[in-house]
């Protein structure tokens, strides 16, 4: 019987208890379980970062994170609105998906995560949307947790892409919770989806054969109830048990 997909989850480096600890919050691995995953916890260090971690696995996905990548990445001095880093993480996620894409994982990135492709592929980002002429605040909004994930804003989905293919509406509406978002597209993506202002809102990497998109919103959250939310892990589980369904043939092949 086939084993459910891995697919490896890039962890935040945060304090608990007073000690340095690699965190994921609940919503990134109960999602991936409840569309038939296996989810993995990858610890993240700035020195050591370990793409063997990778091989094992079927898909990577690149979290939200209250984080930010540091600008210095994208060659850019800090803004004053910049206060919160994680170089731990930003180490491993510039490293791991370059390489999750040479190993042809399925790749997955939100929010922070799409954050960090755009950069991995040479763009840049604002690091204060709302202090740019013309665009939104597209901050978190102030409540709970349900008015905080609640749907924010519509975006265009745009015509001939892979989103459009996996969720053909024109249009749809998402939740925000991101001050920083992209600036330049680098090099190598495809825009996917823009929000009213035309801040970029979903990418996707050109060349890569298999599903490897990313979205500024946060599709983990209540994502049965939000048919482009689903759409999104229908096809990220999907690709996933492509990939397990090949490395098992190959492996049988090759005994
Ligand atoms: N720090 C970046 C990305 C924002 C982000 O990921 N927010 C969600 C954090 C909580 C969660 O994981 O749901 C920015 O501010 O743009």
Not at 2 to 7: F, N
Not at 104 to 129: K, P, S, W, Y
Not at 146 to 175: C, F, K
Request: net charge negative; proline share 8%.
């Amino acid at each position: 019987m086939q084993s459910r997909p891995l697919v490896g989850v890039i962890a935040c480096r945060r304090e608990v208890e007073g000690h340095p600890a690699h965190t994921v919050t609940d919503k990134y691995l109960t999602v991936l379980r409840d569309y038939g995953l296996a989810p993995v916890i990858l610890p993240v260090w700035e020195g050591v970062v370990q793409t063997d971690l990778l091989r094992p696995l079927d898909g990577l996905l690149l979290t939200g994170s209250y984080s930010n990548v540091e600008p210095g990445r994208y060659g850019v001095a800090r803004a004053p609105e910049n206060t919160h880093d994680d170089r731990h993480r930003d180490a491993a996620a510039l490293a791991w998906i370059p390489a999750a894409l040479d190993m042809g994982l399925a790749l997955f990135g939100i929010c922070r995560g799409f954050q960090e492709i755009n950069v991995a592929f040479g763009g840049t980002l604002h690091q204060a949307v709302q202090m740019v002429p013309g665009l939104l605040d597209h901050r978190e909004p102030e409540g709970d947790r349900e008015q905080r994930y609640a749907p924010a804003h519509d975006i265009e989905i745009l015509p001939g892409g892979r989103l459009e293919a996996l969720y053909p509406q024109p249009r749809a509406w998402v939740n925000s919770l991101h001050q920083q978002g992209i600036a330049s597209l680098g090099p190598g993506l495809v825009a996917e989806a823009v929000a009213p202002d035309g801040l970029v809102e979903a990418i996707s990497v050109r060349d890569a054969p298999g599903f490897a998109m990313a979205v500024q919103w946060h599709p983990e959250w209540r994502t049965p109830e939000h048919p482009l939310y689903d759409a999104l892990f229908q096809a990220f589980a999907g690709a996933c048990v492509a990939r397990r369904h090949a490395v098992t043939i190959t492996a049988a092949a090759d005994a």
